[in-house]
């Protein structure tokens, strides 16, 4: 008796939405293959792991992983972002983008482990995620091929694809569909479309889930010490902390208080502008105090540099190249940065602000003596005439030689040459 022709595996980022649902479906039905699940805990905001994992096994999956991957997030991704202050448009703390290279990362892993040579995912052909996936995957192992469903499936709207799934009996949603697109984890959240595709239009008040409106919050402040060790957040209030209680700490804390509320539109890596909102009081919070701790403890040159550094490595993350070599060269400068970024930074958090109003180090380069104006002034005043001399030397002698007052010499020259050819003539 002949045996069954053995099928192709792929790999499959599985949310449990109806989208990665038909995509699990999909893959059966049209493409014939055994389809392995993969679903990756990051701090995403109440998700049932066990029921998402199950419900892959129950619709076929040959294998069904729900992974905690939080602590790792954490002390492998975030931690860099926080060294970085990686904020993509001085604005976006990059937290869809700090995820999809550790999915990435665990998806390969599941392929060699299963043999198998496919991974899908289910984003769509004009978002940044689909970037994001497809880099860290072909950066991480090149043999492997990619297949996206969203991209190749004749399923024009929600509806039709809902048609399909109850055709396919994959579970539809029974309760009312958000209108925004919404993804979450232990950064932040990001939420998009529905009347957010609006950019006059401003943000309804019920797409808020972790930050109070800032006219209901606490009319007293909140005062929150940060403390920091090689750059890295390491207590809280004199208590020390792991970063992931930490983080979902300060997101409790600072969003009571209304804080960490962004609305901008931004420029997607394929072309598109895209208006976004943000919820990232934690985030927020963290890179603001780690940016106020740099000045006290980076000398001037190296902390100017680092606004550069900054920029590209956010560029870099946002547009998918978390495994590229520049972002390695990028992550090498920046922790060479942190080695004297140690010491405490007190953050006020009042109706939507949180503003850092101290700061002290071990390693501090401010020096009171020198920064005084009162009587124990150490700084010497008679050395800045020379000083201000040598500095301004270059421009003196360009504005002589080439700048305004050149020309107009050049000028009051010309003048006087003609008018002496008049009066000869």
């Known amino acids: 008796m002949a045996q069954a022709a053995t099928k192709e595996k792929v790999v499959l980022a599985y949310s449990g939405g109806l989208d990665t649902s038909v995509c699990l479906k999909w893959l059966q039905a049209e493409k014939g293959f055994d389809v392995i699940a993969v679903c990756g805990n990051v701090g995403q905001d109440e998700n049932d792991l066990a029921a998402i ?39 976006y703390p990059l937290l869809s983008a700090l995820s999809r290279p550790l999915l990435s990362k665990h ?40 297949i996206a469903p969203v991209r ?31 993804d979450d984890n232990l950064w932040g959240r990001a939420i998009e479309c529905g009347v957010l595709e609006d950019p006059w239009c401003e943000p309804p008040a019920g797409i808020w889930t972790l930050t109070a409106d800032a006219q209901s ?10 403390g920091f060790e090689s750059g890295v957040p390491c207590s809280l209030n004199g ?70 550094i900054e920029q590209k490595w956010a560029t870099a993350v946002y547009e998918g190249l978390w495994y590229s070599p520049l972002k390695e060269a990028l992550d090498s400068f920046c922790a060479s940065t942190q ?39 150490t700084f010497d005043h008679e050395a800045a005439k020379g000083f201000i001399q040598l500095h ?8 002589a030689k080439q700048g305004p007052a ?8 010309a003048f006087e040459e003609k008018a002496n050819a008049v009066s000869a003539a």
């Open 107 to 146: 998806m390969v892993e599941v392929a060699h482990a299963f043999g198998a040579k496919y991974v899908a995912h289910g984003c769509t052909g004009k978002g940044n995620d689909q970037v994001r996936f497809e880099t860290s995957i072909k950066a991480l192992d090149p043999s492997i091929e990619i």
């Open 239 to 308: 208590e020390e902390m792991g970063l992931v209680d930490m983080i979902k700490t300060i997101n409790v804390k600072a969003g009571l208080h209304g804080c960490g509320r962004l609305d901008m539109v931004e420029n997607r890596l394929v072309g598109v502008k895209s208006r976004e909102c943000y919820e990232v009081p934690a985030a927020q919070v963290i890179i603001n105090a780690h940016k106020a701790l740099e000045t006290l403890c980076l000398d001037r040159e190296t902390q100017h540099y680092k606004f550069g």
């Open 392 to 399: 301004g030397l270059p421009t003196t002698v360009w504005s």
């Open 339 to 377: 080695a004297c970024v140690t010491g405490t930074v007190k953050v006020k958090l009042y109706k939507g602000s949180s503003t850092v109003v101290g700061r002290k180090s071990p390693y501090s380069l401010y020096d009171f003596g020198l920064a005084s104006y009162g009587a124990q002034d």
């Open 53 to 91: 994992k199950q419900k892959a096994i129950d619709m076929g999956a040959v294998a069904s992983f729900a992974v905690d991957m939080r602590e790792e997030y954490a002390n492998e991704y975030v931690t860099l972002a926080i060294a970085a202050n990686g904020l993509y448009e001085n604005s």
């Open 217 to 226: 919050a606490p009319d007293q402040p909140e005062y929150l010490e940060i």
């Open 152 to 182: 190749e499936w004749n399923l024009h709207s929600r509806e039709e694809e809902m048609e399909w799934a109850k055709a396919h009996g994959v579970p539809v949603p029974t309760t009312k569909k958000s209108p925004y697109s919404i």
């Open 406 to 413: 050149a020309k107009e010499m050049a000028e009051q020259s």
